[in-house]
Nanobody, 120 residues
Framework: QVELVESGGGLVQPGGSLRLSCVAS?????????MAWYRQAPGKQRELVAS???????DYADSVKGRFTVSRDNAKNTVSLQMNSMKPEDTGVYYC?????????????WGQGTQVTVSS
């Protein structure tokens, strides 16, 4: 039974910081997957925020470049998202995603989400 559990969400003022963590458990073979963070604001589609490959290469949405940093610890099956200089438009539910793998054939997984609210 694979499970992704996010933590670290909450209320933060504009300009503040939060750190999200996602811990994977079960037979996920974490180290070979691309891991990613998505977010969904009210009334909007879910969007990719940041991703990190098995080799450590990262990619970011233009709206968060220079402010957010994604990292992973394969020994702990954990992916994190450090969010700095936060803006009200960063508000949303943040989801952890474990990407599918072609060989061996592995499906993708989603976490349950954690709420992030940026407001004064």
């Amino acid at each position: 039974q694979v499970e992704l559990v996010e933590s670290g969400g909450g209320l933060v003022q504009p300009g503040g910081s939060l750190r999200l963590s996602c811990v994977a458990s079960g037979s996920i073979i974490f180290s070979i997957r691309t891991m990613a963070w998505y977010r969904q604001a009210p009334g909007k589609q879910r969007e990719l925020v940041a991703s990190i490959t098995r080799g450590g290469s990262t990619d970011y949405a233009d709206s968060v470049k220079g402010r957010f940093t994604v990292s992973r610890d394969n020994a702990k099956n954990t992916v994190s998202l450090q969010m700095n200089s936060m803006k009200p438009e960063d508000t949303g539910v943040y989801y952890c995603h474990a990407g599918s793998v072609a060989v061996p054939a592995l499906r993708d997984y989603w976490g349950q989400g954690t709420q992030v609210t940026v407001s004064s």
